[in-house]
């Protein structure tokens, strides 16, 4: 059973609200990374974590697993499948990717900096693990936001065609 042509274009509309939320979360939580990286206030800095936290755990968490959900029933209740067209199968990989790097990694990173924060106050930027935590957020938030927007994009284009079958 496939969705009807209304119901595909709201659940598609959910999933296109779902991914410019991650998107512009991960967006700003660029930004004020790179803010935190002048800020030598203690109550700033600390302020600064748990905002990072909460971006995580409202603004990223649920829109990555919103977008993951809506775009399965998409796969599963549509032409489009889940392995007919590269570009789904790019989606499902990099989607894929990107939360679990983020479960394992960002979300670790941004953890431990406010950890060491909340114990260490204004020296936790002396700390090398909070260092290599800030400095490994400077370099993968980036690059997680680009291949967010590389979706957007092949979502939009829909390049690569369908899958060659046996």
Known sequence: MTLSATAKRYIL?????FASVWVGA???????????????HPAQRELLHATFLHIEYILIIPPAFGSLITG????????????????????????????????FFLNTWLEGMYAIVLK????ATLNKL???????????????????????????????GKRKTA
């Open 13 to 17: 509309a959910i999933h296109i609200i």
């Open 26 to 40: 991960i967006a700003v939580l660029f930004l004020l990374a790179l803010k935190g990286t002048w800020t030598t």
């Open 72 to 103: 399965g029933i998409l796969s599963w209740k549509t032409n489009w499948g889940f392995f007919v067209y590269r570009w789904v199968v790019a989606k499902w990989i990099a989607t894929i990717a990107l939360i679990l790097f983020g479960a």
């Open 120 to 123: 260490q106050g204004g020296q």
């Open 130 to 160: 909070y260092q290599r935590y800030a400095q490994n957020n400077l370099i993968f938030v980036p690059i997680q936001w680009v291949v967010l927007l590389f979706l957007v994009v092949i979502s939009s284009v829909k390049p690569w």
